[in-house]
């Protein structure tokens, strides 16, 4: 369980109730935002918040599972929230909980009426929210939240539940999955975190489309390698985003294990991502492991097309790029004219989660 900017009464009352030790495996407290961003992988967006929340029960499923509990009995739950403090906030009081299974991401969200109650009635509240999300997600009805609501405040739950297939997934016994599920081996492929998909995204698949005469598939690994695995609600909204192209959701969050799981496909890549299947800091530090590396992708993949973008208002041109030679060797450079599109997916988050979800 994690518990950040309030809740955190749910936590001594499930130690104080007898048995609690039979389940409850670790309980953490992240409050101050640097330790918040340690355990996300990198600052983020907003701290209270639905994606946020999510984050944080996935963070807690993983260490449940690795301190012993099998998938399908794992749980992770936190709350995230934003409460009354000695200054009065500019933003909505809110509250939202998470609880991830192996089944299921939940989430449930209140908004609170500003200066209602004092901090330790929002805390008593926020305690209770999150002990009946977590009843809710293993089949134990409860609801000790409602008689503690003033008038006017409601709680917005949203539960995805996830295919047998993306449960494997995240499980780990499945490496991957195509959406559509019927369809041939992917051999051009973009891959991408996707968020969101942009322009820029479609652009490189008409291009490396048009240069091979090949249906492009995107692929999408939903671990990372510094970060939580990515939530059922999470996959959805990706891939929502890919109604008229194929969609690929593996546990691949490395280029190594990327061309381990599709054999012979040529990929397209922008130039950060290029540059890094060389660079030894992505390989510990380590000259020879990176020569190592260069060496498998090479033999691995069918080839590159790589894709130029600006960077701190200057074009990247591939060609230009310190390549190790046996990359050099695979790779297709997209001329400027065929490709510029000056577009980011940070900067197109940035953007739009400062007006959906101010602090």
Known sequence: MLATGGGTQAISRLLSTPGASRVVL?????????????LLGGPQ?????SRAARRLAMVAWQ?????GATPAAATGAAVTASLATLEPKRGQHRVVTAVQTLCATRVATLLLIKEARTRAAEEALSAALLLDTIACARGIPADTTSALLHPGEHVEHQITEAPSQWQRLLAGTLPAVRLPLAGPPARLLLPGSFDPLHEGH???ADVAESLTGERLECELSVTNVDKPALDYAEVAIRAEQFADRPLWLTRAPTFLEKIELFPQATWVLGVDTCVRLGDRRYYGGSEEAAQQAV???????RGLIVLGRLRDGVYIDPATLPLPQPLRAILRCVPEELFRVDVSSTQLRREGRTCAEPE
Request: a positive charge; hydrophobic letters at 45%; one cysteine or more.
């Open 26 to 38: 670790e309980a953490v407290v992240p409050y101050a935002r640097a330790a918040v961003d340690q």
């Open 45 to 49: 967006e907003t701290y209270c918040s």
């Open 63 to 67: 260490r449940a599972c690795t301190l």
């Open 202 to 204: 479609r652009r490189m």
């Open 295 to 301: 060496a498998r992708i090479a033999a691995g993949a």
